[in-house]
């Protein structure tokens, strides 16, 4: 059952926009705690090995130090399966950079210098770091998400391919992402005799509840988590890391003291996962109508051997596009490095950049507009699960986004554009992003006489306007006014709720919170539709979606961008982007509107700078702080446009949204990768796209 | 370990506080003032999320040492308008929604607010048209300036396309 | 960071003093040197902060040229009518290095001691010669992208990384400096030693000598600098070029032109300027002086791009300035 739109809909200011533009929403690091203690950790100066002697003398004695902590004098933690987590508990170094200690002292500049006080002799082992195709011991992820097959297959994919009479077969390279919030990852852990507090930055209170209650094997009620504002994610706080393991072992020095903990922005290279590199082999046959006849999409990435992650990049291949003979195939290689994680769109990020720029190239092949190319190839259901699309609105969005951009009468031609010194090309990809639904979501609603409803519910606010839009969600759950919600999340205490990832949460939390109004509706009714004096109170879970069976369900996006290329040097310059999404119901198109921008200029900087490079020789990220790994500063940034077009989709959800924070910065890197061949003449299959790949010769 | 005495008027009130030699000013505010309004994003002068103002100029705090600026007026996001009240480009970043996450929000206000001076009093910019401002008039700023001038403030939710037009309404008034 | 002394002298005498005790360092804006401090690759004892000094005039002289005081600020400098009149490609630079916030701390007697930022200068987990004497270079083998292609050593590639010493060597600056000895006078392409064996020794200057001022001699025709890197703004330079071109019935009467992001040091391109000298100012005499400037580069594969990328940037600042003098 679908709730009607009143507040939803609503270009509503941001609700903690004035504490935030002040500066006085307090992020996890800035919470009023009294006497605290700062921690600050030693890390592994080897790739892997053993620790042969640690030498704490003169960081113990240094004035204001009041612990140092190693695995000797470490809580010995349960053997839970993720083994990123499993720090300090013996003399083992898993990666250069792991945590293998670190010291609590008085303030943040005597803990910081007192472990560079600290002597560690490592036997070193060597380690094995090469991604490379002809590995033998590459090996299938295990399935993160059943509903998506890591492998799928379809048909005779060779024998189609080698009797198409159009072919692209090329390999396409992604690098290595770091997140990056500007709030590092930050922790404030107390351990008060028998119960840690945590004021924390994440996507997931509960999920950090749950790993430490594990690790410390106690029960869920000894752990509190809130996170009150979080300074962006992107993934990294998705799932707890061992900054958060770490802090809480050095609580357990200190009792009763709180534990402050920020990780600095090198150690954000390390600690806190990333988007692996991938090496991608994009296969497509068409016959001479400009039809794929077969789609071949592989990839290779490294995970660590700590605990597996897969990008798990040829994942939006099979929804895509409508070739009769289809394969895709993952492999992953365990390497002694950090552990990878998610990071905004994981999978299609990397794997539409791809693909889009496979299609781009088979266009060209065909020699067919991009736009009508990729018409031609929609799918009608989808390809894999032979199932009925939700909705599925990418030749839309590819319309309305070639009329927008003024894609009509572009002459295909390469290299023909020129402006004072400056090529100009444009180019065009589509995106997708799944309807995800993550279990496990309660919500409670509790109404008073003065009819204000709080809804509590352990959801987070990570950037993504969730205070604003889920307010707005409640409010038309309930049939109020949204100045009547008051939205209270982030913090274990309230009914747990799913993590922020995946573009999940509208989806998860607003579909438990309108079950818990249709039960507070029922409940009203008992009482004879007036709330009596001491209020009432209703807990519901997030329901099932009967939906889920029959229909596929995915957003769908074109994103367009023009570049300009300076024909002597080789810098690029994204002069406009346009994004037209097809995301379902836009429950805040304010804040809606940001989180697709931000994903698109996040694309950019994919596309243009980002690359975490990695020294085979010692086993780390060399790029590691904001000055030699690029993000995107506001000058790189040209003028982006982002629409969306009507999609009433009954069956997502009861708010008929399909979300928004990842499909933003789907096929922005293809969009501009072909521009940038438009523009140039030069395909550039290896990101980022940097000045030299693109540099004529002297 | 070396304390020292220093005063700092921050926010309009005078503080007085025994710190570390070692001590920056970002720290001297969030760890010892309890003024959390400038963030440390990377303690590096790299992200720009510790701007603040010092005795009137746009600088990142963190490479500042709190020792080396005994007596300073400092002036952070919270200190730009009067509490519960918002300066106007405040205001903008709110109806544009320049932001997401808010974590780099405060110093890219207080940079905006100190380029607004800076191109009012004729300096130019990497992008600034030879001789623009240069007969001691205001740069006009249009979005390339701007663009370049709040370079110095890395946003990772990547609001820049959103942060430029609330910098420019401002410019206009 | 290593606990320290403080000290904020008033007069040159008491900071050349206080800075010739072993395990001084002068402390200007602090955009490099807190940092570095920080990270623990610079560990003083003590530091003695400058900026209490009567050091931050800018002041014409006689002979036409200017006298820029060691702690004027980058964008004061930047902004200074006569320095944008006269020396735009110093203007230019300036700007175009680091942030508003950055250029309003750096000072320029800071910035000519602003030290590399190749990655493993600042990761004390790795082998560097300029941090460790006798460590090794890891940079040689490794992430080299931002590392020097000219006067390099098998014990240093780091590159140089300012912006303002370019366009200062490009228009044959002098540093004034007060040391225990009294005071000298250094041409800045002087000042910066290339690394040869010795890459942790940087400069000519000894404990305790001070910049008090840089001289800039009068201006010469126009200029102009252009800065390439990997992001549009905030960003260190991949190659830079610091040019000045007069053109007189079509030839080279004055050429000055130096490259940042390619060497140790600001460089002068000084094979380029004889050869550009007196010559015709067209496209084709560009590239060769360009092409022989950069004949002597050793470079390695990461940074190998850096020979063809300061050619044609040589090329194109240089064709900028002639069709601007044209124009005029």
Redesign the interface.
């Known amino acids: 059952m679908t709730i009607t739109p009143r507040a939803m809909g609503v270009a509503v200011?941001?609700f903690?926009?004035?504490?935030?533009?002040?500066?006085?929403?307090?992020?996890a690091?800035?919470q009023?705690v009294d006497r605290p203690l700062y921690l600050y950790p030693l890390t592994a100066a080897v790739a892997t090995g053993r620790i042969a002697d640690i030498d704490c003398g003169a960081a113990s004695a240094e004035?204001?130090v009041v612990a140092v902590l190693t695995y000797r004098n470490a809580t010995r933690t349960a053997a839970i399966e993720d083994g990123e987590l499993r720090i300090l508990q013996s003399d083992e170094v898993a990666f250069r950079g792991q945590f293998i200690g670190g010291v609590v002292a008085e303030?943040?500049?005597?803990a910081r210098?007192a472990v560079s006080l600290v002597r560690v002799d490592y036997e070193e082992r060597p380690h094995d770091v090469e991604l490379r195709e002809g590995r033998g011991d590459l090996r299938v992820p295990r399935e993160v998400q059943p509903i998506f097959p890591m492998d799928t297959a379809e048909g005779d994919v060779d024998a189609a391919l080698a009797s198409a009479p159009v072919r692209v077969d090329q390999t396409y390279t992604t690098a290595w992402n770091n997140?990056?919030?500007?709030?590092?990852h930050t922790t404030i852990a107390t351990w008060t005799g028998d119960r840690f507090t945590f004021y924390l930055s994440t996507q997931g209170v509960n999920g950090i509840q749950a790993a430490v209650a594990a690790l410390f094997e106690l029960g869920p009620d000894r752990v509190r988590v809130i996170s009150p504002?979080?300074?962006?994610?992107?993934g990294s706080k998705a799932r707890p890391h061992a900054d958060v393991v770490l802090a809480a072992l050095a609580a357990r020095l200190v009792p009763d003291r709180p534990v402050k903990f920020?990780l600095?922005?090198q150690q954000m290279f390390s600690q806190v996962g990333y988007r692996p590199p991938t090496v991608q082999r994009v296969r497509l046959g068409a016959d001479a109508g400009g039809r794929l006849v077969a789609l071949a999409h592989e990839s290779i990435e490294p995970t660590s051997k700590l605990q597996e992650f897969a990008e798990h990049s040829t994942r939006a291949t099979p929804t895509m596009y409508a070739a009769p003979n289809r394969r895709t195939r993952q492999r992953l290689a365990a390497l002694d490095v950090p552990t990878p994680t998610i990071m905004r769109a994981p999978g299609e990020a990397s794997g539409m950049f791809a693909l889009e720029s496979a299609m781009d190239e088979m266009a060209i092949a065909c020699g067919l507009d991009p736009i009508e190319f990729r018409i031609r190839n929609d799918a009608q259901r989808h390809p894999h699960f032979g199932l009925p699309f939700s909705s599925r609105n990418l030749v839309a969005c590819l319309r309305e986004g070639a009329r927008r951009f003024g894609w009509d009468g572009r002459d295909p031609t390469p290299g023909i554009r020129r402006t004072a010194g400056w090529l100009v090309g444009t180019g065009v990809a589509a995106a997708t992003y799944p309807v995800l639904r993550l279990p496990g979501s309660m919500a409670t609603i509790r109404v008073g006489p003065d009819e204000r409803y709080t809804v509590l519910i352990a959801a987070a606010d990570?950037?993504?306007?969730t205070w604003t839009a889920l307010s707005q969600v409640a409010a038309d759950a309930l049939g109020v006014r949204v100045e009547q919600i008051d939205l209270r999340i982030g913090d274990t205490a309230y009914p747990k709720a799913s993590n922020e990832g995946g573009s999940s949460g509208i989806t998860s939390w607003g579909s438990a919170i309108c079950e818990a109004a249709d039960r507070l509706r029922d409940e009203l009714a008992r009482h004879g539709g007036a709330v009596p004096a001491d209020g009432l109170e209703v807990t519901a879970a997030m329901p099932e979606n009967p939906h889920i069976s029959r229909y596929a369900m995915h957003a769908f996006g074109a994103q367009f961008a023009e570049v300009r290329v300076h024909a002597e040097i080789g810098e690029v310059r994204v002069r406009r982007q346009l994004g037209v999404f097809a995301v379902g119901r836009v429950v805040n198109p304010?804040?809606a509107?940001?989180?697709l921008?931000?994903?698109?200029?996040?694309g950019l900087?994919m596309a243009l700078h980002e690359q975490s490079v990695f020294d085979p020789r010692f086993a780390q990220v060399v790029t590691q702080?904001?000055?030699t790994y690029h993000?995107?500063?506001?000058?790189d940034?040209g003028?982006?446009e982002v629409h969306w077009i009507d999609e009433d989709d009954p069956y997502v959800n009861p708010m008929g949204t399909k979300g928004v924070g990842e499909i933003g910065i789907v096929g922005a890197a293809a969009a501009i990768a072909n521009a940038v061949h438009h523009a140039t003449g030069v395909r550039v299959r290896d990101l980022p796209i940097t000045l030299d790949k693109l540099l004529p010769a002297a | 370990?070396?304390d020292?005495e220093v005063s700092l008027r921050v926010d309009g009130t005078d503080h007085r506080l025994t710190v570390?030699?070692?001590?920056?000013v970002l720290?001297a505010l969030?760890?010892r003032l309890?003024n959390?309004?400038?963030?440390?994003?990377?303690?590096?002068?790299?992200?720009?999320?510790c701007?603040v103002l010092l005795d009137g100029?746009?600088?990142?705090s963190c490479?500042?040492?709190a020792?080396?600026h005994d007596g300073a007026t400092v002036v952070?996001?919270?200190g730009?308008?009067p509490a519960g009240q918002?300066h106007p480009m405040?205001a903008c970043?709110?109806?544009h929604?320049a932001?997401?996450?808010?974590?780099?929000?405060?110093g890219q206000?207080v940079?905006a607010v100190?380029?607004l001076a800076?191109a009012a009093?004729?300096?130019?910019?990497?992008v600034?048209a030879?001789?623009a401002g240069?007969g001691?008039g205001a740069v006009v700023l249009d979005d390339?300036e701007?663009?370049?001038?709040?370079?110095?403030?890395?946003?990772?939710?990547?609001?820049?396309?959103?942060?430029?037009p609330a910098v420019a309404e401002m410019a206009r008034r | 960071?290593k606990?320290?002394?403080?000290v904020?002298p008033v007069d040159i005498g008491a900071a050349v003093a206080a800075g010739a005790a072993p395990g001084a360092k002068f402390?200007g804006?602090?955009?490099n040197l807190?940092?570095l401090?920080?990270e623990g690759i610079e560990q003083p004892d003590t530091?003695v902060?400058v900026?209490g000094l009567p050091l931050s005039a800018v002041d014409d002289l006689p002979n036409g040229g200017l006298r820029i005081g060691a702690l004027v600020r980058n964008?004061d400098l930047?902004?200074d009518?006569r320095v944008?009149?006269r020396y735009?490609v110093l203007?230019?630079a300036l700007?175009?290095g680091?942030?508003?916030?950055?250029r309003?701390?750096a000072t320029v007697g800071g910035n000519l001691l602003q030290r590399t930022r190749c990655p493993y200068f600042y990761d004390e987990a790795s082998a560097c010669n300029k941090r460790d004497p006798g460590s090794g270079c890891d940079a040689l083998d490794g992430f080299n992208r931002s590392c020097a292609i000219l006067g390099v050593s098998d014990d240093c590639i780091a590159a140089h990384p300012s912006d303002m010493c370019v366009a200062l060597t490009a228009l044959d600056a002098v540093v004034e400096v007060t040391g225990t000895g009294g005071t000298r006078r250094i041409p800045l392409t002087e000042l910066h030693r290339l690394p040869g064996q010795t890459p942790h020794i940087e400069t000519d200057l000894a404990p305790g000598d001070l910049i008090t001022a840089v001289e800039l001699p009068t201006a010469t025709g126009n200029s102009a600098y252009r800065k390439v890197r990997d992001r549009?703004?905030?960003a260190f330079a991949l190659v830079s070029v610091a040019a000045g071109l007069q053109i007189e019935n079509g030839a080279v009467t004055d050429i000055r032109l130096a490259l940042g992001g390619v060497a140790p040091k600001p460089w002068r391109a000084r094979q380029a300027e004889q050869l550009l000298a007196g010559g015709p100012a067209d496209e084709a005499a560009f590239r060769r002086a360009a092409q022989a400037e950069l004949a002597s580069a050793a470079v390695r594969p990461g940074n190998a791009f850096k020979v063809a990328l300061a050619t044609n940037t040589i090329v194109a600042t240089l064709r900028e300035l002639s069709n601007e003098g044209t124009r005029r």
């Open positions: 200011d941001r903690d926009g004035a504490a935030k533009v002040r500066g006085e929403a307090r992020y690091y800035e009023p004035p204001g303030t943040s500049e005597i210098h997140h990056n919030p500007i709030e590092p504002y979080v300074g962006g994610a992107f920020a600095t922005r990570i950037g993504t306007g304010k804040t509107r940001s989180q921008l931000g994903g698109m200029t996040m900087s702080d904001l000055a993000i995107a500063s506001n000058a940034v003028a982006v | 370990m070396v020292v570390d030699t070692r001590t920056s720290d969030r760890e309890g959390t309004s400038p963030k440390k994003g990377c303690d590096h002068g790299q992200c720009g999320a701007t100029r746009r600088v990142n490479l500042a040492l020792v080396a952070t996001a919270a730009l308008a918002l405040q970043f709110i109806r929604d932001f997401q996450c808010g974590y780099c929000t405060p206000i940079s100190a380029m800076e009093a004729g300096w130019p910019s990497a600034t030879d001789g240069r001691g390339d701007i663009r370049e001038r709040m370079s110095g403030n890395l946003c990772r939710c990547a609001a820049y396309a959103n942060i430029v | 960071m606990p320290f002394a403080y904020k402390l804006g602090g955009t807190v940092d401090m920080r530091v902060d900026t964008s930047a902004a009518r944008r009149a735009p203007s230019q700007l175009s680091a942030s508003g916030q950055l309003n701390m549009a703004s905030y």
